[in-house]
Nanobody, 123 residues
């Protein structure tokens, strides 16, 4: 379940792309859901995208659907979040987490969290 190590954040112009990575322990992807969450100043932490351990089914927040893609590579023990067509509203600290996880990708369903990586979308 732990640790989780995030990377890939940075500064990008509107319309650009970033790919976030979350390295997890060897058995995590086999037994737990993995989620990407974000928190911007003045806002509550929200679920961005989650993926199940059983069948790989995915959830996307309405605000990112069609722009972001979550994926996993069990051989590399890594979960990715590909972010395309980035908007200033996507600026936040992004966290990966593991937990029992329902389809609805709620922060309360996740127990173990990474350190976060900053994503800034600005001209």
């Amino acid at each position: 379940q732990v640790p989780l190590v995030e990377s890939g954040g940075g500064l990008v112009q509107p319309g650009g792309s970033l790919r976030l990575s979350c390295a997890v322990s060897g058995s995590t992807l086999e037994h737990y859901a993995i989620g990407w969450f974000r928190q911007a100043p003045g806002k509550e932490r929200e679920g961005v995208s989650c993926i199940s351990s059983s069948d790989g089914s995915t959830y996307y927040a309405d605000s990112v659907k069609g722009r972001f893609t979550i994926s996993r590579d069990s051989a590399k023990n890594t979960v990715y979040l590909q972010m395309n067509s980035l908007e200033p509203e996507d600026t936040a600290v992004y966290y990966c987490a593991t937990g029992w996880g329902s389809y609805y990708c709620l922060p309360s369903e996740y127990d173990y969290w990474g350190q976060g990586t900053q994503v800034t979308v600005s001209i």
